[in-house]
């Protein structure tokens, strides 16, 4: 017989899954605290002048280690529209590399109050095309638009000043695993029309 | 090699919709053809189909040898020179490759002629493996087709053999395509499924959704690592785009490996005419410009190397049909004209399995350039 002696499938059509669970699924949000910069921060009460340099020097450098990076300024600026992306200076050379400016730093409540150096994470900001550019980079202690984290979740604004929430895994510091930037596969298949033959 | 009618089962549509076969019908057209099938003897297979298959499969891997050491060729062929140490190093371990199809012709009498080797992102798979499978057995089963009739089909079998094979262990094996396609998806399920029922676990993720970590890694969508993908999307596309160049660095395994990029290539046609001139499965081929060309009797026909699809191509003096392709070079070909079956020009879809040639599936219609629109028509053999 040249044929196979039976042919099987296991998944039902429809059932495959194609994404991961929804973020929120996995994920608890945690509360924070939104600053552009460590004066504002000191402003605001809750930390002294120093814990909000020291929050804001190792929220620069995990802004270093881990921004999202894109390959051309084009691709950056789709992805933080309004935001400004800036070459990243490479120390072991490679391709040149593009990332949104750090528009302001979280500081994460519960942990700074267990901790002298509260612990921070750099956030990113966007505007939406239809917002005025003008609101969206300045105003107020924590500036307009939406901000979000290197990892993509979104920061949500608490009802007042500096209160912020987000996810917890905002917080994780692994950025030897953590992913940088999605998207880098596939822009090709939409001028082709599928890459199959 | 005959072409024959048959009633179509009431229900197939039912069928189609009920596996995910979601391009049975395109643009209201049957896609998937059962009111047409081919017939073969046993004989027109096995020496006119299947062993010409394993010859040109064994062609082709010495043809990557042949290629990878001549930095000439790897340039006429358009592979990025950032990419050449990454192939080589794939082929010297000899990362395995899945799978592939020889569209060849063939008109039951001749030996047939390759048209080309469609190595790295095949398609039309699950039709050829499943559907059609099932087509016959229904039709033995219901009475309307002889008992000892047969095909040529155990595509499904060696899929599965080949994953248990891939020496995967406990890594999970991802499986990424285009997700909003139907045909890509279709596709990358159903391997997935052979996957799965060859043991290995298994998840799936759309090419876009890819991420890169800061050492040049590639995860998923929950953040693991990537350590085998097989991607349902060609190589020049991955290398030129905006994470393509971390492949060459990273550790990833890939399905089909990067040296199956010596193959899926136009090029390669006029490669195997220069190791095996006169070859009787070999049309006669040459690069854009070889003043051989000029030499070539009758018409020819110009195929962009990285084309897909039956666009871009050109017989003779005929204007171009339409497509996206062209820009890395074109290779040129003696032109064969698909056989006539009353108005109607099939092209055998020879498929190989982890190195073995095991089943065909047959595209049809009117044109001499088989589009992707051309019907998928099955085939039994008897006698």
Redesign the interface.
Known sequence: ?????A?????A??A??????APSARDEEIAGNLYTDPQSCAADGRYTRDQCITAAVNANEAHQ??AP????QA?CLADFPGSTCQPLYQTGG??SLFVPAMAGFVVAATVASAMSAPSAVPVYRTCRNDADPQACRSGGSVGGGAYYTGSGSAVSRGSSGSSVSLARSGFTSA???????????????A??G???? | MERARIAFRPDWQQQA????FAHAIIDGKPYWDETTYYRFT?DE?ERGLEAPTQTLLGMCYDAVNYIIARPDLMRRLAIPEMAWDYIAKSWRRHDKDLYG?FDLRYDGTAPPKLYEF?A????ALFEA??FQ??W?EQNIERGTMANDA????????KLIAAFGKLGLGRRTLHLSG??D?D???L?V??L??CA??AGLATR????????????GRF?????N?ITDLFK???WE??L??????YLPGDTMRMIEPPWKMTLANKGLLAVLWEMYPGHELLLPAYFDGDPRIAELRGATVRKPLLG??GRNIVIGNRPPTAG??GEEGHVVQALAELPDFVGNRPVIGSWVVAGEAC?IGIREEAALVTSDTARFVPHI?LG
């Not at chain 1, 990076?69 to 051309?72: D, I, K, N, V």
């Not at chain 2, 919709?17 to 995910?20: D, L, P, T």
């Not at chain 2, 995860?219 to 953040?223: A, I, M, Q, V």
């Open positions: 017989m040249k044929r196979s002696v042919v099987g499938l296991t998944i059509a429809g495959a899954a194609w994404y991961a669970l280690q881990s990076r894109y390959a051309t691709d490679g391709p950025p030897s695993t953590a992913t940088l930037s999605r998207g880098g596969f596939g822009a090709r298949a001028a082709h599928g890459g199959h033959s | 919709a009920s596996v995910g046993l297979i199809r469609n790295d992102t095949p398609t493996a499943v499978w099932n016959l047969d095909q040529f089909n155990s595509i499904h079998e285009l997700g396609d045909e890509d998806r596709t399920e159903y997935d499924d799965r029922q799936l993720i759309a090419i876009a959704d890819i991420g890169i970590t800061a050492d995860t998923d969508l929950e953040d690592i349902l999307y060609p596309w991955l030129a785009e905006t994470f393509g160049a897909r699809e996206p392709y089943g053999i």
